[in-house]
């Protein structure tokens, strides 16, 4: 009879694990003896939180005092760096993801350049409009870097409408416009400056607690970007959770049944991503914190 009885609740065990791969709603709570052993099973909720955020950093331009006087558009006239929350996302983690900690998603930072760059945050030593040794005052070079400007434009445009002669053609056409292009843009940055736009993921992970509704995911910054949850220099991003107050519903064991076993049943809750007043993400997921426990009979076996 006692072997009987280990193996039910071998198989409801197996059972309820599997059916919580598919159903993360339902899992086994407490001790129960099989004929393996002692089986200890601890119900517990691991959120991750997903920020991703963005840093656009512009580098100002040695002319750029000058691109109003010369090509007729406003530039930055000093650097900056701004992030910014994209987006966010939620996800329940299993136990190992849990212990991975803060680990990010991604393999790193996606890096967008908007203008083409030989360096990140630095312009060329050698400047493209330097033909000569000769020393040549700020504006008097500004001046020669514009109307280089020009003069591109209208090549391009000579090329593009054949009066530039009509053997360039083809691959070589291509080649020369590409070239172009490359040159025009290396010194429209001597006036505009450089911008790159970086997009970088980062996870944290929240392990809710009974009874406690929100959580200081961690702190962002337009300037410093993502920072930890006690540096009271940024804003909060806060995880909110709200329980539904009605778990999932189990089929749970009569009075008259004797052999049972310990289940958790998680609360579907409403978690929600807020940073600056304004929501990022919003999910439910299975909190098992806000559960309740209930009996579930034992299989018979025939």
């Not at 963005?54 to 010369?70: H, I, L, M, N, S």
């Not at 909110?240 to 999932?248: C, N």
Request: proline share 5%; net charge neutral.
């Amino acid at each position: 009879m006692k072997t009987r009885i280990f193996g039910a609740l071998a198989l409801l065990l197996w059972s309820v694990g599997a059916a919580a791969q598919n159903n993360p709603y339902v899992a086994v709570e407490g001790a129960v003896e099989t004929g393996g052993g002692i089986v200890v099973s601890l119900p517990r909720t691991s959120i991750g939180v997903d920020i991703v955020v963005e840093r656009d950093a512009t580098v100002c331009g040695p002319y750029a005092r000058y691109a109003q006087k010369y090509l007729g558009v406003r530039a930055p006239l000093t650097d900056k760096t701004v992030w910014s929350v994209a987006s966010a996302s939620l996800s329940l983690l299993d136990a190992q993801e849990a212990l991975g900690g803060g680990r990010s998603p991604e393999a790193g930072p996606q890096r967008r350049v908007v203008s083409h760059t030989d360096a990140e945050e630095e312009f060329v030593r050698l400047q493209p409009d330097r033909t000569s040794a000769a020393a040549v005052a700020p504006e008097e070079a500004a001046r020669q870097a514009a109307a280089t400007i020009f003069a591109l434009r209208r090549h391009r445009m000579e090329l593009i409408t054949g009066e530039a002669g009509e053997h360039v053609f083809g691959e070589g056409l291509r080649a020369a416009l590409d070239e172009i292009d490359r040159l025009e843009q290396r010194y429209l940055e001597l006036f505009l400056g450089k911008r790159t736009v970086t997009v970088e993921t980062r996870r944290y992970v929240v392990a809710p607690q009974a009874g406690k509704t929100q959580y200081i995911v961690c702190r962002f910054s337009p300037v410093d970007g993502l920072l930890p949850e006690n540096d009271l220099s940024g804003d909060m991003v806060l995880l909110q959770i709200e329980p539904s107050g009605v778990p999932v519903a189990v089929a749970e064991a009569s009075a008259k049944d004797t052999n049972v076993v310990l289940c958790r049943a998680a609360d579907p809750s409403v978690c929600t991503v807020i940073c600056g007043g304004r929501e990022y993400a919003r999910a439910v997921l299975p909190v098992f914190e806000f559960g309740r426990t209930v009996r579930v009979a034992l299989p018979r076996r025939k």
